[in-house]
């Protein structure tokens, strides 16, 4: 065969080196088969414990609140309450105004009677006067009395106790031109803020023809 018993027989040595290098592969292949029987049942254990972390404890908390103690719960009293006072009602008064008219040319003469018949007094009353036609720009008015626009005039007529007498108050006026009659509106428009339940005589509308004659209201 071409072999001599030298070629069979290899050093020690080389051997040995040999032996050693299987070895090493037959361990890298397989680790498990390498370890020894001690280290084999060991590992698995060692490999949990390391991949697993440790538990950490967490404190249990309960979910409803602690029961509150029995008995009725009343309610916090309200502060700075004032409570509603009622509106004082108004003072009741009965104003009356009577007189007359008389128109001739333009000339318009006007007198008024003006008294409370309670049952308050009033301080102080205004009576509107408003004419069909227009006035004259020129007027001598009385006291008291003034101009509001081109056709009325108001006249206040001071304090009116109750049933205490009539206030008198005397108009001479002149229109802007000469009419065949005239239309006079009276009406109370202040009256101390008193309540008037009845506005039949202290309200009227007078037509007077220029006759010179006396229509009263």
Known sequence: MGLTRRGLLMPLSAAAAMAAT???????????????????????????????????????????????????????????????VPAAPAPSADLAHHGYVSVWGDHVAIRIRSENLGPSDVAASTVRLRFSELLAVRQELPHGCLRSGRAAVLCETGGLRSRGGARQTALDLRLAGSHDEVVVRLDTVWNGGARDADRTNDAHEVLAPATGDAYAF
Do not use: H, N
């Open 22 to 84: 299987m070895t090493v592969l037959v361990a890298a292949a397989v680790p498990e088969a390498a370890a020894s029987p001690e280290t084999r049942r060991e590992a698995p254990a060692d490999r949990a414990a390391s991949a697993a972390p440790a538990a950490e404890a967490v404190p249990v908390v309960d979910a409803a609140p602690p029961a509150l103690a029995a008995g009725p719960v009343e309610a916090a009293p309200a502060t700075g309450a004032v409570p509603a």
